[in-house]
């Protein structure tokens, strides 16, 4: 698959028809994959950790998420696919899941957040099978985590839903015995419960999600300050964004 290569991590190029054929013939049996989807804040953290970069590197989708890729994309003139956000292709698992009756297991928020979201799930998508649940707040190498992993595996799910932010959820999804489809999509339980608004559609369109959620959540301006950072690196390295594959 070609892919797009933005300070190292490799998007897959793909528009959403190619995605929706991708996701059928993982739930086909054909190939299992494991999802990511990575925003610039991500793709700074794994730009400076090599573990990171292959935790992301080494899935089968890395899905651009976040604006600031595609602004990446057109500062140094690469024609890619639009993005696909990690809440979009979530939707689309889920209604790919209803469609065929599939499994799917959710790990992650908190607790009464994500009751309320599988609530919501439910509600929509009536004919998926919600095999199993967990809150997203266990210790990484703890006795819990195991547990968690071995309720999945033993109930194998067709779907993997991991929202618990980065790094967490790629790490936990690594662990698993991989369903056919997994997915690591940070915070899409909060919006899908209801609890976090996403932005006005138009907002969305014009690229501006990013300044909705800053003004929501002031916290997460720590976080974005990496966002300028992450510009000026595509701007002033020469292979800072390409085309390969
Ligand atoms: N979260 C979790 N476990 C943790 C830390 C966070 O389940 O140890 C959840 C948190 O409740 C939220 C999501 O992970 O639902 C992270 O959302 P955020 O908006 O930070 O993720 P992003 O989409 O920006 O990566």
Not at 136 to 151: C, H, L, R, V, W
Not at 157 to 180: C, N, R, S, W, Y
């Amino acid at each position: 698959m070609e892919t797009v290569n933005v300070l190292g991590v490799k998007f897959s190029n793909v528009s959403a028809e190619m995605l929706e054929t991708v996701l059928r013939e993982a739930v086909s049996g054909e190939k299992n994959v494991r999802i990511v989807t990575p925003n610039p804040e991500i793709v700074m953290a794994a730009h400076k950790d090599a573990e990171l970069m292959e935790l992301i590197n080494s899935s089968d989708l890395v899905l651009k998420d976040g604006v600031g890729i595609k602004i990446a994309e057109k500062l140094k003139h690469v024609e890619g696919f639009e993005r696909q956000t990690g809440i979009a292709t979530l939707e689309k698992i889920l209604s790919i899941a209803d469609e065929l009756r599939l499994k799917v297991y959710f790990v992650g928020a908190k607790e009464a957040t994500l009751f309320k979201a599988v609530d919501k799930i439910k509600e929509k998508y009536p004919n998926l099978e919600v095999v199993g649940m967990h809150d997203g707040y266990f210790k990484e190498n703890s006795e819990e985590e195991t547990k968690i992993i071995a309720d999945i595996n033993k109930k194998k799910p067709d779907i993997l839903v991991a929202a618990m932010g980065f790094p967490k959820q790629e790490k936990f999804l690594a662990l698993t015995e991989t369903p056919k489809i997994s997915i690591g999509c940070g915070g899409s339980l909060d919006v899908i419960s209801g609890n976090v608004k996403r932005a006005p559609k138009w907002m969305q369109k014009a690229g501006f999600e990013w300044f909705y959620r800053l003004i929501k959540e002031p916290k997460r301006i720590k976080r974005q300050m990496v966002i300028p950072l992450f510009l000026a690196k595509i701007i002033f390295n020469k292979k800072s964004c390409f085309k390969e594959g």
